[in-house]
């Protein structure tokens, strides 16, 4: 039974806070859609997701009013369809991507995820077209979002396909800067993530299932500032707190869609997952411990704590967590990360500091149009770096502005917000990316 002052303090969050639930997101399972035509697996794919996911939509608004709790968005994630296209050219993978995309208008989810490939050990036929597609297809498409897996501790780092992801980066930028906002690579990629651009259906999730992610920087924040003058322990425990009631709250939606679609549960990804609205920001949570800006020395300390304290809050509350989990730093989705890059308080290099400690990577960061593509995957090398060595997800959402200089914004709109370019290292990585091959895995990976 919940009593009156929760219930209370419940509402307070949702209309004071910014407190969300920022995604329901349906896993499809394609596997039985399997078919070397590209025509029928086309056929396949969009049937398979119309038929599970019809009543997606509604159900998030029913739950939405029958409990006043925001569900900013719904969202279908499939099968990474690398593993479908082993057959298929690239004009065949394409027609994939713009079948994902009449599927996802027709139902009326905001995102659906899943255009993605596994490379961390090697390419197949399937990895490679699709990789090749990637530029194409995001242009040719409005809600379908990319990922590739470059890398993870048990394989090590594929520098071949990281020194092809920073020319697809540079391609779809020239194609369609807003493309480079629906792709991203990873390391240590989880099968259950609900948020995008990552999101798919992982291989050994069920056929269909329901997960959900939280948000609620801004109730973090809140706390932290009424608990006033107290040391980091007794703010650490607020956050434990505050996380515990969030991710309680996602868990109640997530088993009531559950029911209610006759779909399993999955998980609860707790992470928080801030917006350009004024408030519900992580980098304003940092800035509540008392640091004078966002990204000055202190901040990976601040941001370390937050990331543990949130997880450890979450994992009380639900049996069933999962996704990323913690905390993220999206430059240009988070209010306060937007205003500290802005005067220059927080650089390319700050932020990289602080995917060491966070949930993800360096996500939704605006850098020059003429950045070269070995630079970009020069980039993305140190971020997989960081993420193998450290048994952890990281990820690379970058933006490379055509046409845009250091000083300039880029805007996207909604909740992908806007960006000020910021300054990238210009000096070339390119022979080091040049030489291929693949950065072994780390001693720590041999654990059976």
């Given at each position: 039974?919940?009593?009156?002052?929760?219930?209370?303090?419940?509402?307070?969050?949702?209309?004071?806070?910014?407190?969300?639930?920022?995604?329901?997101?349906?896993?499809?399972?394609?596997?039985?859609?399997?078919?070397?035509?590209?025509?029928?697996?086309?056929?396949?794919?969009?049937?398979?997701?119309?038929?599970?996911?019809?009543?997606?939509?509604?159900?998030?608004?029913?739950?939405?009013?029958?409990?006043?709790?925001?569900?900013?968005?719904?969202?279908?994630?499939?099968?990474?369809?690398?593993?479908?296209?082993?057959?298929?050219?690239?004009?065949?993978?394409?027609?994939?991507?713009?079948?994902?995309?009449?599927?996802?208008h027709e139902?009326?989810?905001?995102?659906?995820?899943?255009?993605?490939?596994?490379?961390?050990?090697?390419?197949?036929n399937?990895?490679?077209?699709?990789?090749?597609?990637?530029?194409?297809?995001?242009?040719?498409?409005?809600?379908?979002?990319?990922?590739?897996?470059?890398?993870?501790?048990?394989?090590?780092?594929?520098?071949?396909?990281?020194?092809?992801?920073?020319?697809?980066?540079?391609?779809?930028?020239?194609?369609?800067?807003?493309?480079?906002?629906?792709?991203?690579?990873?390391?240590?990629?989880?099968?259950?993530?609900?948020?995008?651009?990552?999101?798919?259906?992982?291989?050994?999730?069920p056929?269909?299932?329901?997960?959900?992610?939280?948000?609620?920087?801004?109730?973090?924040?809140?706390?932290?500032?009424?608990?006033g003058?107290?040391?980091?322990?007794?703010?650490?425990?607020?956050?434990?707190?505050t996380?515990?009631?969030?991710?309680?709250?996602?868990q109640?939606?997530?088993?009531?869609?559950?029911?209610r679609?006759g779909?399993?549960?999955?998980?609860?990804?707790?992470?928080?997952?801030?917006?350009?609205?004024?408030?519900?920001?992580?980098?304003?949570?940092?800035?509540?411990?008392?640091?004078?800006?966002?990204?000055?020395?202190?901040?990976?300390?601040a941001?370390?704590?937050?990331?543990?304290?949130?997880?450890?809050?979450?994992?009380?509350?639900?049996?069933?967590?999962?996704?990323?989990?913690?905390?993220?730093?999206?430059?240009?989705?988070?209010?306060?990360?937007?205003?500290?890059?802005?005067?220059?308080?927080?650089?390319?290099?700050?932020?990289?500091?602080?995917?060491?400690?966070?949930?993800?990577?360096?996500?939704?960061?605006?850098?020059p149009?003429?950045?070269?593509?070995?630079?970009?995957?020069?980039?993305?090398?140190?971020e997989?770096?960081?993420?193998?060595?450290?048994?952890?997800?990281?990820?690379?959402?970058?933006?490379p502005?055509?046409?845009?200089?250091?000083?300039?914004?880029?805007?996207?709109?909604?909740?992908?917000?806007?960006?000020?370019?910021?300054?990238?290292?210009?000096?070339?990585?390119?022979?080091?990316?040049?030489?291929?091959?693949?950065?072994?895995?780390?001693?720590?990976?041999l654990?059976?």
């Open positions: 039974m919940f009593e009156a002052k929760d219930i209370i303090e419940t509402i307070s969050m949702i209309r004071e806070e910014c407190l969300d639930i920022r995604t329901i997101t349906m896993g499809i399972s394609l596997y039985d859609c399997q078919c070397d035509n590209a025509d029928r697996l086309a056929t396949r794919i969009y049937d398979r997701i119309m038929s599970r996911a019809r009543d997606l939509v509604k159900t998030g608004e029913e739950i939405e009013k029958k409990y006043g709790i925001p569900i900013i968005n719904k969202r279908v994630s499939v099968t990474p369809i690398a593993l479908m296209a082993g057959g298929l050219d690239v004009d065949g993978a394409v027609k994939l991507a713009r079948t994902l995309d009449r599927a996802a139902l009326g989810i905001n995102f659906i995820g899943g255009y993605s490939a596994l490379v961390q050990k090697g390419f197949t399937g990895s490679r077209t699709l990789i090749s597609s990637i530029p194409q297809a995001l242009a040719e498409t409005e809600r379908v979002c990319s990922s590739v897996n470059v890398a993870s501790t048990k394989a090590g780092i594929n520098m071949d396909a990281v020194a092809e992801m920073g020319r697809v980066i540079r391609e779809t930028a020239e194609r369609q800067s807003i493309g480079c906002a629906k792709l991203v690579v990873f390391a240590n990629v989880p099968e259950d993530n609900p948020f995008m651009a990552g999101a798919f259906h992982g291989i050994g999730e056929e269909t299932v329901i997960n959900v992610g939280v948000s609620g920087p801004g109730v973090v924040a809140s706390a932290i500032r009424r608990k003058a107290c040391d980091l322990t007794e703010v650490a425990e607020t956050i434990k707190r996380a515990f009631k969030i991710t309680r709250v996602g109640l939606v997530a088993r009531e869609a559950s029911e679609l779909v399993p549960f999955g998980i609860v990804d707790l992470s928080l997952a801030p917006t350009p609205a004024v408030g519900d920001s992580v980098a304003y949570i940092l800035e509540s411990m008392g640091l004078e800006k966002c990204g000055c020395h202190g901040t990976t300390a941001l370390a704590m937050l990331n543990d304290a949130v997880k450890k809050g979450g994992v009380m509350a639900s049996s069933h967590v999962g996704g990323l989990s913690g905390a993220f730093i999206p430059v240009s989705e988070d209010a306060g990360m937007i205003e500290a890059a802005r005067c220059g308080a927080l650089s390319l290099e700050k932020l990289e500091a602080m995917t060491a400690v966070c949930s993800v990577g360096l996500d939704m960061i605006a850098i149009g003429d950045t070269p593509a070995e630079v970009i995957s020069g980039i993305i090398a140190d997989m770096a960081i993420g193998v060595v450290n048994s952890k997800t990281t990820a690379v959402r970058l933006i502005a055509i046409g845009c200089k250091v000083g300039d914004a880029i805007s996207f709109g909604g909740l992908l917000g806007e960006a000020p370019v910021i300054p990238v290292n210009t000096c070339s990585p390119a022979g080091f990316i040049g030489r291929g091959g693949r950065i072994p895995a780390p001693i720590q990976s654990k059976n």
